[in-house]
């Protein structure tokens, strides 16, 4: 009688809940809920050194998350993300989840709850080393930044990036070297925002390179997170960029295929008109007078006269408002207008006095926070 072949059992993972919830969470950042491709929609979690990488991508963004836990090391499984994340957030967070692959579906068992769920496609369908991550990691163009440095200058730039889609090379924002400055921009064409930081080592040779507005917003979640470490690392190329933050999380991009504009053209000198003001006294200035429209992009007119500036807006149909603040001026009376959300929008991200530079109400103002002079912002005026 011959001997029955031996039924190897499946490769399996045991995984923390905790852990597990964030890096499905920071998979469906990338991954859309109606994704038309299956195989997108899906969370590719395979073993590796102590635990699993879990790795999502939209073909243009690929997010990676360690897991610890106890794996086998042929463990490979299509999990569909979002699904397989509502199911674990109504779990009990202490219970450890644990997988296996089945024929066309994963098995999970989370305590006495055992669950069959189709999977999100075949694992040689999911897209596997992209051309610019392959070029990443040979790149000699890898620098460490302090985290909250970095952080701040996002949170800075953001607000200008564009959404407009005839204009997708502003879509991003701009990482250069320039002489010895790590320089990052952003600009909707309506506005400007520039942050000069000090060039790390190995950053000499950081190209120019345009990274998505998505990727920055990824990005910047990370960063805001309590247990971000205190600092980043960042590699780039021509054709890709990543970030590394810690050693669990890694965020890889393809950049920008564009040219972005030559900005330095578009930041204006220091004008003959100098207005300095409290920054949280302008801020509610400009959040008092604007309640009488409910038009995000509501016109406010700054009118400077001898230590004061004057905020004020009118609406066709509600009437005027204006609030007067104290401001140190240089110059004859002047007025100027600016987009009101424009406005709050650099205001609300300055930590100093701020101060306006313009030379009339035509040309472009420049913007300083007193306490950061390395950041400058250029708003366009209003024709009032």
Do not use: W
Not at 223 to 237: E, F, Q, S, W, Y
Not at 253 to 275: E, T
Not at 351 to 377: I, K, Q, W
């Amino acid at each position: 009688m011959s001997a029955q072949p031996k039924i190897m059992p499946a490769p399996a993972a045991t995984l923390p809940m905790k852990p597990l919830i964030a890096a499905l969470t920071n998979a469906c950042k990338v991954i859309e809920r109606k994704e038309t491709i299956p195989v997108l929609t899906a969370a590719r979690i395979t073993a590796t050194g102590g635990g699993v990488s879990v790795v999502a991508t939209d073909l243009d963004m690929i997010t990676s998350t360690f897991v610890p836990g106890a794996v086998d090391p042929d463990f490979e499984v299509l999990a569909p993300a979002h699904t397989l994340l509502d199911i674990l957030k109504k779990s009990d967070p202490e219970t450890p989840v644990r997988m296996e692959p089945g024929d066309k579906a994963i098995h999970v068992a989370i305590g006495d709850l055992t669950l069959t769920l189709n999977a999100a496609g075949e694992l040689k369908d999911f897209p596997k080393t992209e051309a610019f991550q392959s070029n990443l990691e040979k790149t000699n163009c890898r620098f460490t930044l302090p985290a909250d440095t970095f952080r701040d200058a996002l949170e800075r730039v953001k607000i200008a990036i564009s959404t407009e889609a005839t204009r997708y090379y502003l879509n991003g924002v701009l990482f250069q070297a320039v002489n010895d400055n790590f320089v990052i921009v952003a600009t909707d064409g309506h506005r400007l925002v520039r942050v000069r930081l000090d060039l790390p080592e190995a950053a000499g040779a950081l190209p120019d390179i345009i990274a998505p507005r998505a990727f920055i917003h990824e990005v910047l979640r990370h960063l805001k997170a309590k247990n971000c470490p205190d600092h980043v690392d960042i590699a780039a190329t021509d054709s890709g960029v990543s970030i590394s933050i810690g050693p669990d999380v890694v965020i890889e991009s393809k950049v920008v295929d564009g040219s972005f504009p030559d900005y330095a053209r578009c930041i204006p000198q220091a004008g003959s008109m100098s207005i300095t003001v409290d920054r949280k006294d302008a801020l509610s200035a400009v959040k008092k007078v604007t309640v009488i429209t409910s038009e995000r992009g509501r016109a406010v007119k700054l009118g400077a006269t001898d230590g004061k500036l004057v905020f004020e807006t009118r609406h066709p149909e509600t009437g005027t408002a204006a609030v007067t603040i104290d401001a140190a001026n240089d110059g004859p009376p002047r007025e100027i207008g600016f987009n009101a959300r424009y406005l709050t929008d650099a205001l609300g991200t300055m930590t100093g006095d701020a101060c306006l530079h313009f030379e009339n109400e035509h040309e472009p103002c420049l913007m300083a926070d007193r306490a950061a002079s390395n950041v400058d912002y250029v708003l366009m005026p209003l024709q009032l």
